[in-house]
């Protein structure tokens, strides 16, 4: 009955995003999809078959933006990437310079853990989303006519995904990237941001030269294919040229799910793996992972974190919403049992939680190392049932402890009438949830669904149909939270590239959005 029910729910889902442009996983409410602890294995990848980015909108308009001149190819090589240097020993031994020194880093040239703690998952009154407040803003009032101050320094950002990069990177010759990556951010700039969150490592790859990851697809459509320049440096260049804000974004454990069609190189990491049988990586019926609880992951996956901080002068390193890809027991059925086999004494969730923890603190660990000031991100589902019992991440615990990130970023894809998760409390939920200093809350929002109906909302599905300011509110009530320091929209193209269906309307949400900016 689950899986027919699945497999129904994911159809509809499927069908309303063709028509209204993208989703995230993290719309699917804890009343639908969501299965509980003890429940039968449950995997979300068909209900986001391109991955984190969601489903694309089919033929959205040609953006000026994004237009660039036809000329030139790029070089075409093999990658240099290393893989045998998956070690701790091999990777590079941290820099004491601060971050200006990697300013200079070359857009033509090729760059370059801690214990784990055994405690429990701390599953708290955090899973419960607190009721809607009756506080909540429901109407599409002129958001201009009273604003609610920002904070100095508050971080104005979105995320370029690689569905952006398709089109602005792909197949572009240097000089080509070069232009358009400005027209984006200069767009950005326009409405008053002032952060890009580049996604530099999709599918275990890399938009950069890496000693540990494959040229990615995104670029060439070939994986492993060098383009003989680094976007990377020259996103680093433009952003900081504009006095703007740059986090390099990457998805650890993925390499590939059901709808990537991409050939893995045979320096791929994950390649090699497979090839030799080694556990580390997981091939299933929905994709390839890496297995979160081998340390051989855990140290690539870290390796990769310190090349990035050591070789860009990055703002931070962000991650999203993709961990344990199912709550499948056989996915990593011989590491559990091996761990069991050791003595181990945790259940298969608190264990599963606890090896994304030991990844986090790793990362946390090895980026302050190298330099303290560049800050590490995670933006989770807005709904903490979702995170704690089918990704197997215990968000309450890193809130609750240094030393594990220095911001959260929840996925708030929630109207103010969403009748399972309203936006208002579902922000102040997660702003309740930081225990300890040092710790921000940036909020993530959806301009993806202006214009669409909100499959999972309830009685607030029709929200984002004909809202003009839903945004701008949005913001102005995330800003009365006491740990509130910004937000950030997914994504680039719902903002600047939209569908022609939902042009207007997300024109005057920019505009709107613009005033309360100022």
């Not at 200069?186 to 275990?204: C, E, H, K, M, Y």
């Amino acid at each position: 009955m689950k899986k027919a029910l699945t497999a129904a729910l994911t159809a509809l889902l499927l069908l309303t995003s063709a028509a209204c442009g993208s989703i995230r996983q993290s719309d699917i409410s804890s009343s639908s999809l969501v299965a509980s602890s003890s429940s039968s294995s449950v995997s979300y990848q068909p209900e986001k078959p391109l991955a984190d980015e969601k489903i694309s909108s089919s033929a959205s308009s040609s953006s000026a933006a994004l237009a660039s001149s036809s000329s030139g190819t790029a070089a075409s090589s093999s990658s240099g990437s290393k893989t045998a240097a998956i070690s701790s020993s091999t990777s590079k031994p941290a820099s004491s310079s601060s971050s200006s020194s990697k300013a200079a880093v070359s857009a033509s040239s090729g760059s370059k853990a801690s214990s784990a703690s055994s405690s429990g998952g701390t599953q708290s009154s955090a899973l419960s989303s607190k009721p809607a407040s009756s506080s909540s803003k429901t109407s599409s009032s002129n958001a201009a006519a009273a604003v609610v101050p920002a904070s100095s320094g508050e971080v104005r950002a979105a995320w370029i995904s690689y569905l952006d990069f398709n089109t602005i990177l792909k197949n572009k010759t240097k000089a080509e990237f070069t232009a358009n990556i400005g027209n984006v951010f200069d767009n950005l700039l326009s409405i008053g941001l002032n952060t890009a969150i580049v996604q530099v490592r999709p599918f275990a790859d890399a938009l950069y030269p890496s000693e540990y990851f494959p040229w990615s697809s995104t670029i060439t459509g070939t994986e492993g294919q060098n383009p003989g320049f680094d976007p990377l440096a020259i996103m680093v260049e433009q952003a900081k040229k504009r006095g703007m804000r740059i986090e390099a974004w990457i998805n650890p454990y993925r390499v590939r799910n059901a709808s990537s069609s991409a050939a893995l190189s045979a320096n791929n990491q994950a390649q090699i793996w497979l090839n030799e049988g080694n556990e580390s990586v997981v091939k299933t019926s929905t994709g390839i992972f890496y297995d979160p609880a081998s340390k051989q992951a855990q140290q690539l996956i870290i390796n990769g974190v310190k090349e990035l901080v050591t070789n860009y002068d990055i703002d931070a390193i962000h991650m999203d919403d993709y961990f344990y890809p199912t709550t499948d027991a056989s996915f990593d059925a011989n590491s559990y049992n091996a761990y069991k086999s050791g003595g181990g004494t945790l259940a298969l969730a608190d264990w599963r939680r606890e090896n994304v923890n030991t990844l986090v603190r790793g990362i946390y660990s090895a980026i302050k190392s190298i330099n303290s000031s560049v800050k590490f991100g995670i933006s989770p589902q807005g709904n903490m049932n979702n995170n704690y019992n089918t990704q197997y991440i215990d968000v309450a615990k890193w809130l609750s402890n240094k030393g594990y990130i220095d911001y959260i970023c929840p996925q708030v894809y929630f109207g103010f009438e969403n009748a399972a998760q309203p936006f208002s409390s579902t922000v102040a939920q997660f702003n309740d949830m930081i225990k300890v200093s040092g710790i921000e809350l940036y909020v993530g929002l959806a301009p993806y669904k202006l214009g669409c109906t909100d499959q999972w909302a309830g009685a607030g599905k029709t929200e984002w149909q004909n809202t003009t300011d839903i945004l701008a509110r949005m913001v102005q009530d995330a800003r009365s939270n006491s740990k509130y320091a910004g937000f950030a929209m997914f994504r680039y193209g719902s903002m600047f590239n939209p569908a022609a269906d939902v042009k207007s309307q997300v024109e005057t949400e920019m505009a709107n959005l613009k005033a309360v900016l100022k």
